[in-house]
């Protein structure tokens, strides 16, 4: 196989983790005889300083012409500080999303038995879960009107969905859950919201075609506390684009940390993957960050893009085995981690590597 990989490391530790899900790319390569062309390029506050841009066109070209995207993150504190910014680095991550059609974001909730001490909650709650993910991601109030009076006593932020918005990322979770245990349950907040109503008219006109597949529907409040009270009973989730971002990113606690926890950003072309943690300017650049979700969604390409499954269990097992030998970062080690079992970015990447190999 010969695919042309774009690698765009964005920001603060999305630098280092994507050196590591490279790596494990040119590995599988070398392994399994196939032949995987990298190319690189800038985006998010990275970009903002050498162009003024945060999505350059340059970019934007090459990610149009690749056959998958390894991404790192995106942000910078300084922007978090000034909500006044025109010019900030989510806007490229949003356009970039736009223009390549990735309306569904997956994030699979992969649970090692090495780290069921590292979460917060209880292990006894925790065993067994294995969730997948699928929000929506190019409506909802991340791409609705926004407005602020002139005198910034008021602001205003329009929630819109359309029909086929739903429809489409609607499907994909029905597959997906055809393929797991044929439960799905869908989040939306239909008591009080116009948009989540028809949210959940359009997914109930879906479910009649995917008869074999147990649908639930579940207000988002009571969805975030079922997440962390009895995560087992979910399967597949399907939700919108703000109720998505909030559970996936609690969800995280249930891997022990964010820097476990993989993504993917498809549509119908050029899918885009990613860690879901973010860019983590306190730690950038010092050799802590966690390089497992980057190399987890390295995975998740060689399955979901390439249909490279063989190639995808290898890489997910190599993660599982270094945790097995007791290798920790920071992030998911706990009191009883033997302080020379803790390492670094680059060391945590290459004991990976070396079960790889």
């Given amino acids: 196989m010969n695919k042309n990989i774009l690698i765009i490391p964005g920001d603060g530790i999305g630098q280092e983790v994507t050196t ?18 990298f190319d690189e390029a800038i985006m998010g506050h990275t970009a903002i300083e050498a162009t003024g ?20 993150a995106i942000g910078h504190a300084k922007y978090d500080n000034d909500p006044s910014a025109k010019v900030r680095p989510e806007q490229g991550l949003l356009k970039i999303r736009k223009e390549l059609g990735l309306y569904a974001n997956l994030r699979p909730i992969l649970l090692f038995d090495e780290l069921l001490e590292a979460s917060s909650l209880k292990p006894e709650i925790l065993q067994g879960t294995d969730i997948l993910f699928f929000r ?39 597959d997906a859950a055809r393929t797991r245990n044929k439960k799905l349950c869908s989040v939306d907040k239909a008591n009080v919201l116009e948009t989540s109503r028809l949210w959940r008219d359009v997914v109930q006109e879906i479910a009649r075609e995917y008869p074999d597949v147990e649908t639930e ?38 891997a022990g940390s964010m820097g ?5 950003s498809i549509g119908d072309g050029t899918g885009f993957f990613e860690p879901i943690h973010g860019s983590a300017h306190d730690i950038a650049g010092q ?15 060689l399955d979901i893009a390439f249909g490279l499954q063989e190639e995808a269990k290898t890489v997910t097992e190599a993660v599982a085995d270094t945790l097995k030998a007791g290798w920790r970062t920071g992030d998911i080690a706990n009191a009883e981690t033997p302080a020379t079992h803790i390492l670094g970015t680059n060391e945590m990447g290459a004991k990976v590597l070396e079960c790889l190999r």
Avoid: C
């Fill in 217 to 254: 529907h579940m207000f988002i409040d009571n969805a975030a506390m079922q997440l962390v009270k009895n995560p087992k009973k979910f399967d597949v989730v399907l939700t919108a684009n703000l109720f998505g971002d909030i559970l996936t990113d609690e969800a995280s606690q249930i």
């Fill in 136 to 174: 929506e991601l190019t409506g909802d109030v991340y791409f609705g009107e926004k407005t602020r009076s002139d005198d910034n006593t008021f602001a205003s932020d329009l929630m819109n969905y359309h029909r086929y918005e739903v429809e489409r990322i609607a499907r994909k979770a029905y």
């Fill in 20 to 37: 590591w899900g490279k790596q494990v790319l040119e590995t599988i390569a070398a392994k399994y005889g196939h032949e995987f062309s």
């Fill in 287 to 301: 050799n802590k960050a966690n390089p497992l979700a980057s190399i987890l969604s390295a995975a998740l390409m």
């Fill in 53 to 72: 841009n945060p999505l350059p066109d340059e970019t934007l070209e090459k990610a149009k012409t690749a056959d998958a995207i390894l991404f790192g």
């Fill in 260 to 264: 476990m926890l993989a993504s993917a």
